[in-house]
C-alpha cells in the first residue's frame, strides 16, 4: 500500500462541497470515482478542508492509500483524463504513511475577493463577491487586523459548528487593496465552520457603516454568533494552499517526469 | 434621437462572436434583443470590434441610437436586468452624433493569456490557453518587440481577410511574465482578421523552438499568411479597452447617478 499526496484545484461553483453526500456531486466523490477508474479498487480519499458548497480551491490537499504500482505524475496524468473540466489534480507525489492530509496540516490560508461594481462582471462573478456600497475599507482594514491572535471565535462560527473547542489561531489576517478588488486574506492553524465567511459578512457590515470598529471588537470578545454579522456568499471564498510543517511538496519530486 | 455609448464586458465561452449571424448566439443578437425589452423598439447597435467566437471582452465599446428618454444610468441598470449573466453593460452615457464606436477608435487593446501547466486549471482555463511544453520566453519577448511600428501584416491576417490594406500600426506589443502567465499585451490602431491569435500562434513556435527569432522577423516580412504559425485558440482573447480621442468616458457623468 502506498500513500500518495495529492494537491487539488476546482471551481466550486458545480460541487455541492468537498465532503461526499448521498445523491450529490461533490469534489470527494468525483475524486474517488476517478481514483476507481483509475487504479481499478475503490479507495477513500481524505482532504484537508472540508470545503462548502460553492467555495473554490486552488490549493486543496488531499491523500490517498492504493495499491496501484502507478508512479505519482503517471497517476496525476490518469486521474486528469477521468476528472471532469471543473477539478484537476496539480501535484502528486508518494508520501510516507505518516503523512495525513487533514490532521498533518500546520495552517491553511484562504482569499475572499470582494469586487466593487454597479454592474454585472461576468469575467469575475464566478469567483467574487460583487458590493455596489462605498466601503470604508480603512475601517474594514483595522477591524481585519484585529482577528490576528489567539481567540475563541466562537462569534465567527456557524451555530452548525460541531467541534468544541471554539480557540483558534490566526496567523494572519489582512483586507488588502487591489484596483476594484478587495482580498481578505486569511492564514489560520484551523477554521471554525463558516469561520471566513461571517469575518467577512461582519467586515462589510463595518464597510457599510453598520458597525463600528468598537462594536466589531465588541463582536469577537462576545462568543455569540449573534453579535457577529451574516455569513457571505460562498463564491468569492477560494482555499489557497494547505501547509505542511516539512512539507513534502518543498522536495524535489522522486521522479523524473517522463517526456511528453 | 439620442445616441448612447456602451462600455461592455462578456465571457466569450458562450457566444458565437459579436456580430448578428442568423440562428446564432452572439452578443450583438442577446443586447440588441435587450434594448428591444427596455426601449420597447428595435435599435441597431455598432460595436467597435467584431470579436471572434470565444473571445471575451472587458472593455468593448458599442454604440446605439434610441429614442427612449430613460437616463444613460437607468438604461444601464434595465438593459442589465435583461441581459444573461455573461453579459454586462458596465458604463453607459449620451454622447453627440458624431460619436462612432468602430469608426472613430483610435486604438484598441488586447490581452492574450498563456498559461503554463502540466495540469488542467479549472479557474483559469477558461480564459487563458494552456501550455505544458517548456517555453523559451526571452525569444518570444524579442519577437513580440519586433511587431512594433508600421508593418503589412499580411503574414498575420487570416486568409478569410476581407479588407485590401494590411497595413497598420502597432503601438505595443509586448510579453510580460506575470508567474505561471504569460500576457501578450498589443494595442493597434486597427487588426486584422485573427491577427493578435496569429500572432501568438507564431510567438508559440518560438517559443518551442521550432522558429528562430529570425525566421519570425522574416515571416513578417514575407506577406504570406502560410510564412506565420497556426491560430492561437481564442479562449486566451480577451478585448481590454477600445480607446477615442477626447474619451467621452474620460469626462464626468453628465448625470448624478440616482443613490441606490
Redesign the interface.
Given at each position: 500500500m502506498r500513500r500518495i499526496m495529492l494537491t487539488l484545484?476546482?471551481?466550486g461553483t458545480g460541487f455541492c462541497g468537498w465532503q461526499l453526500q448521498p445523491d450529490d456531486r461533490t469534489g470527494q466523490a468525483v475524486l474517488e470515482e476517478a481514483m476507481a477508474q483509475v487504479t481499478g479498487a475503490r479507495s477513500r480519499v481524505h482532504a484537508a478542508s472540508r470545503t462548502d458548497s460553492g467555495v473554490?480551491a486552488?490549493g486543496q490537499v488531499a491523500h490517498v492509500d492504493t495499491d496501484s504500482a502507478l508512479p505519482a505524475g503517471r497517476l496525476?496524468r490518469a486521474l486528469?483524463y477521468w476528472?471532469p473540466?471543473?477539478?484537476?489534480?496539480?501535484?502528486a507525489r508518494e508520501v510516507g504513511e505518516d503523512f495525513h492530509a487533514r490532521f498533518g496540516a500546520a495552517s491553511k490560508l484562504y482569499r475572499y475577493r470582494i469586487l466593487r461594481?454597479?454592474?454585472?462582471?461576468?469575467?469575475r462573478?464566478r469567483?467574487a463577491f460583487r458590493v455596489?456600497?462605498e466601503l470604508d475599507v480603512p475601517a474594514m482594514q483595522e477591524c481585519a487586523a484585529l482577528l490576528t491572535g489567539t481567540h475563541d471565535f466562537t462569534s465567527f462560527a456557524s451555530e452548525h459548528s460541531e467541534v468544541e473547542n471554539h480557540e483558534r489561531t490566526v496567523l494572519r489576517s489582512e483586507l488588502i487593496e487591489d484596483g476594484d478588488e478587495l482580498h481578505y486574506m486569511v492564514r489560520a492553524d484551523g477554521f471554525l465552520y463558516n469561520m471566513v465567511r461571517i469575518a467577512v459578512g461582519t467586515l462589510l457590515e463595518v464597510g457599510y457603516g453598520n458597525m463600528t470598529v468598537e462594536e466589531f471588537a465588541g463582536a469577537l470578545s462576545a462568543r455569540d454568533r449573534n453579535a457577529a454579522g451574516p455569513t457571505a456568499r460562498a463564491r468569492g471564498l477560494?482555499l489557497l494552499a494547505v501547509e505542511y510543517p516539512n512539507d513534502p511538496r518543498s522536495a524535489p519530486l522522486r521522479e523524473p517526469?517522463d517526456a511528453?
Open positions: 484545484e476546482y471551481d473554490h486552488e496525476l486528469n476528472l473540466d471543473d477539478i484537476s489534480v496539480i501535484d461594481s454597479r454592474s454585472p462582471r461576468p469575467l462573478d469567483f455596489w456600497r477560494t517526469r511528453e
